[in-house]
């Protein structure tokens, strides 16, 4: 973990944007992959193993959709660089297969047209994504991924990402998540038939599927849902916390990102509507707590996640944390840290059980993930990859924002699952 030997590396092939755009046009017109054109779809390197795109008999390589200029630029950089420190200690610890593995990453600025004309420049040199940050840009890549056979791992948690078998939501769904958030409300802040809770949520994916849960839930409670739909670029919740107030809310909840969940919570502490606030998990990070409505928030927020907090004693998790604070000493360690790491090593666990099995081809590599039932990396919940349509967990965490912790978080509850969710996924 300390030093790096680094294998001899096959030159990254560049190509012109002119190229890019042509072999997109050739994949579309021939639905089909770039195996062909790779020399090796379904040939042997020299080891006997079955290679194809983005696998030479030097190197394994991933590629990352992410967002380093858009609304979650934070998150975007987190996630790159530990996934970047995961590839340096697999490749100081002799690579997969016995080839090193690399990372391209892409910014797409959370535009879904960027995010298109990007995953068509690499899509013909990865063998699969461990990040793709965005619920409209995974939707907007679905049929691509999916005539690929590409490997991807969202950083997006909506329901409608489910039930394709290169895609894989990690952890729960957003309406796991807001079940799991009125249960939370119901057990410990008094609420009872006939209360009346908000929920705020952003348009498009996102909102709709931590709505559905929250409809769901609250139904199941004797709860009235009383919801606010926001748009992405709505920092000032001022109208929305007058509107809940108005409706006599006896909690709130929101799904939409920390400048939304910063601006709720502070807007109504200040308007005297002090009542408990649950956030789905990017509705935070740490950087909050150094606004003006950090009091707030330690008193109001709690974050339900399939992840927990950066400060957890879990062994795996305090490794990682001191490994990143070494490597990037001037980055903070939040929730996007863990869940890129996190996604890093069960792609590199599905990588390594597919050389097993004789093949590196995306197809293989695919294969390889859905047969795991129990995938444990120790930076959480174990995840069954067996079912496609199905949440690969259903267990969450409840945290809650401390300034003086690393990550400006910490554990409330351990993992578990809520009651009923079961029952909403085997009625859905």
């Known amino acids: 973990m300390n030093t790096t030997h680094h294998r001899p590396r096959d030159r990254r092939r560049t190509a012109p944007v002119a190229l890019a755009g042509a072999l997109a046009l050739l994949l579309a017109a021939t639905g089909c992959s770039s195996k062909a ?93 461990p990040q793709v940050i965005g619920s409209p840009v995974v939707a907007a890549l679905l049929d691509d991924i999916e005539r690929d056979k590409m490997l991807t791992f969202p950083q997006a948690w909506a329901a409608s990402l489910l039930g394709k078998d290169a895609v894989q939501v990690l952890g729960t769904t957003y309406d796991v998540d807001m079940i799991a958030a009125v249960d939370f409300l119901t057990r410990t802040e008094g609420l009872k038939k006939g209360d009346t809770i908000g929920h705020v949520y952003f348009e498009g994916d996102y909102g709709a599927n931590a709505l559905e849960g929250s409809t769901w839930a609250a139904e199941q409670a004797g709860l009235k849902v009383v919801g606010q739909k926001i748009q992405a670029t709505d920092t000032d919740l001022s109208a929305q916390v007058s509107a809940l107030r108005k409706e006599g809310v006896k909690a709130v909840l929101i799904s939409a990102g920390p400048a939304q969940t910063a601006s709720l919570v502070g807007v109504a502490a200040s308007r005297g509507l002090r009542v408990p606030v649950v956030s789905s998990a990017p509705g935070y990070a740490p950087q909050l707590m150094e606004t003006p409505a950090a009091p707030a928030l330690a008193a109001m927020l709690h974050i339900v996640s399939a992840a927990p907090a950066v400060s957890s004693e ?113 009625s859905r």
């Open 314 to 426: 879990l062994p795996g998790v305090r490794r990682m944390v001191a490994s990143y604070k070494k490597k990037y000493p001037d980055s903070p360690v939040d929730s996007g840290v863990l869940s890129g790491y996190n996604a890093a090593q069960l792609m590199g666990a599905d990588l390594k059980a597919a050389c097993a099995a004789g093949g590196l081809s995306r197809e293989d590599v695919v294969t390889a993930h859905r047969s795991q039932k129990n995938a444990d990396t120790g930076l959480g919940t174990a995840q069954n990859f067996s079912e496609a349509d199905r949440p690969a967990s259903v267990e969450t965490y409840v945290l809650k924002p401390d300034a003086k912790a690393v990550g400006s978080v910490v554990n409330a509850e351990e993992a578990h699952t809520a009651p009923g969710v079961e029952t909403y996924l085997s």
């Open 37 to 129: 054109d790779d020399g090796n779809g379904g040939g042997d390197a020299a080891d006997g193993v079955r290679t194809g795109p983005g696998v030479s008999a030097e190197t394994i390589r991933l590629g990352a959709l992410t967002d380093l200029t858009g609304p979650y630029a934070t998150l975007g950089k987190s996630i790159v660089q530990a996934q970047q420190m995961w590839a340096e200690e697999t490749n100081a610890d002799g690579g997969i297969c016995d080839r090193e593995v690399e990372i391209v990453v892409k910014d797409h600025g959370y535009d879904v047209q960027k995010a298109v004309t990007a995953y068509a420049d690499i899509a013909p040199d990865v063998v699969a994504l």
